[in-house]
């Protein structure tokens, strides 16, 4: 096993923009492999990076200014991780290496978003039936908020995520600094993922489920890795001062859940979630987060000069009632020295009320759909949207402007991240149903009340944890834009083999 904090935690870089083009920044981002040093006692892993970086760099963005983005494809023609070719999407027929990003979370006209079929290969010698344009533009018409941006190639995404296609873009708002929360230095993000090696330090990426199957190389259900990395170093540690520290929390893993907490018992202050602030700060003993999950805390350091703290893990795999983590290993993420000084005094504070949330209620349409699973030709499961499968007719065309309700009703045996593009919504709540009852008979029994969702889910979303065995409730307004998106599970295994449909807002 690698020695545990050894190796410092990095801040990933920020991207400058190249030029300014009547007013609007201009930032180029090149897809690159390179080889980057990941552990102290690893040989250097080969990684694709965004700028040839694992993860890529950060955009630190301002509200309500947009910028201009050309996405470059440098990579190889060859894969170097376990391409399934019965995967939709990833077939012989189309080119090895594909990429299109995503910015998750973000505001964007159907063009920018990063459709799944909207890919390109190096140098756009080929591109997918739905490319358009080669440079994406991002309004940053949002509250501030922590998104970040991935690969989102049809058939593919989980490869190319894990070769390290991601990376962190953070809205500024002016709101925010006149609450008075931790600033830089003292605002850290914090990019958690997981990986498995070989001996040679190359990415273990496996080729068959854990039980085999006949297709060579096959997808898996899901991937589990054995070493947890936070912004590209595996179990890093940082020395920090005694004061609060605002950390900007995203798991970025292929589909580990984490349940987050610091060994001495201190509370985070929870003040954001996926889209933004919430009303008031909740304090939690843990977090729980899904697979692009955010979560934006501040923790209060100062009275714990000279401890050593542990930020661990503890929740199962497959999630909600697989296997506990190993204490030693995917147990603990990192860990923090409160050993440096104070360069200065924390004038720093967490205010009373953050931000206003109203609730949406309005609503026109309701839609009931079902998270499903069932075995393909070779035995190995398939994980559904509503029954249907990608190539399927268009099913999901809410109006531009309107607000519906989304009933997702999870009859699989495994938590579903559930996210749409485009759109932010509010959970309504969540409410048990009778799984034997629905096993034997197909049909939904409630066996209890709604339950509203956790204090700290209460903001704005874009992803969901939908439960199995259970109702989960959201409501969305549809809009600003018209156009193609797609809303999908998050755990990159599931999406990448058929848990992912087009929705079309239309006016």
Request: net charge negative; proline share 9%.
């Amino acid at each position: 096993m690698l020695e545990k904090f050894v190796d410092r935690l990095p801040i990933m870089e920020t991207i400058l923009p190249k030029a300014h083009v009547h007013r609007i920044p201009f930032y180029e981002v090149t897809m690159r492999e390179t080889y980057e040093k990941l552990h102290r006692d690893l040989p250097p892993t080969k990684i694709w990076g965004y700028n040839g970086h694992y993860p890529g760099p950060t955009f630190h963005v301002q509200k309500n200014q947009p910028i201009h983005v050309l996405w470059k494809n440098q990579l190889p023609s060859k894969h170097f991780l376990p391409i399934d070719p019965t995967v939709h999407g990833a077939g012989k027929n189309v080119p090895e290496v594909r990429t299109v990003v995503h910015l998750h979370g973000g505001v964007t006209p159907s063009a920018s978003d990063g459709y799944p079929e909207a890919w390109f290969t190096r140098d756009f010698k080929q591109v997918g039936p739905h490319f358009t344009n080669r440079i994406y533009t991002y309004p940053n018409q949002q509250n501030g908020t922590t998104l970040w941006y991935h690969d989102h190639a049809l058939g593919i995404t989980r490869l190319n995520i894990y070769a390290g296609l991601a990376g962190m873009y953070i809205i500024h708002d002016p709101e925010e600094i006149r609450l008075n929360l931790p600033q830089y230095p003292y605002d850290i993000p914090l990019l958690i993922q997981d990986r498995s090696f070989y001996p040679d330090g190359s990415l273990l990426y496996p080729t068959q489920p854990d039980k085999p199957t006949e297709v060579h190389p096959s997808i898996v259900g899901e991937f589990f890795g054995d070493t947890i990395l936070v912004n590209g170093k595996v179990w890093p540690y940082y020395n920090i001062e005694p004061r609060r520290y605002r950390f900007r929390i995203l798991n970025a893993s292929n589909s580990r859940f984490y349940r987050l907490s610091l060994s001495n018992g201190l509370p985070f202050v929870q003040i954001g979630t996926d889209q933004g602030l919430l009303e008031v700060p909740i304090k939690v003993p843990s977090l729980l987060l899904a697979p692009a999950e955010r979560a934006d805390v501040i923790v209060d350091f100062s009275r714990c000069y000279g401890e050593s703290i542990v930020l661990k893990n503890d929740a199962k795999s497959d999630f909600p009632d697989g296997e506990l983590p190993e204490p030693d290993t995917t147990g603990s993420v990192m860990k923090f020295h409160v050993v440096s000084p104070l360069t200065c005094r924390d004038e720093s504070s967490i205010p009373a009320k953050l931000n206003a949330v109203p609730k949406l209620s309005n609503f026109q349409h309701v839609r009931t759909l079902k998270l499903s699973m069932k075995p393909d030709s070779y035995g190995r499961e398939i994980h559904l949207l509503d029954d249907r499968l990608w190539s399927d007719p268009l099913s999901e065309t809410p109006e531009w402007g309107s607000t519906e309700i989304w009933n997702l009703v999870n009859v699989s045996h495994v938590t579903h991240p559930i996210h749409l593009h485009l759109v932010r919504f509010q959970i309504i709540d969540r409410q048990p149903f009778d799984a034997d009852f629905y096993e034997n008979e197909g049909r939904i029994v409630l066996t209890g009340k709604r339950v509203l969702p956790e204090l700290n889910e209460r903001g704005w979303k874009d992803t969901v944890r939908a439960n199995p065995n259970e109702i989960t409730r959201i409501i969305v307004h549809f809009g600003p834009y018209t156009g193609l998106y797609v809303w999908h599970c998050h755990i990159f295994e599931h999406e990448d083999y058929e848990m992912m449909r087009p929705f079309l807002i239309v006016k």
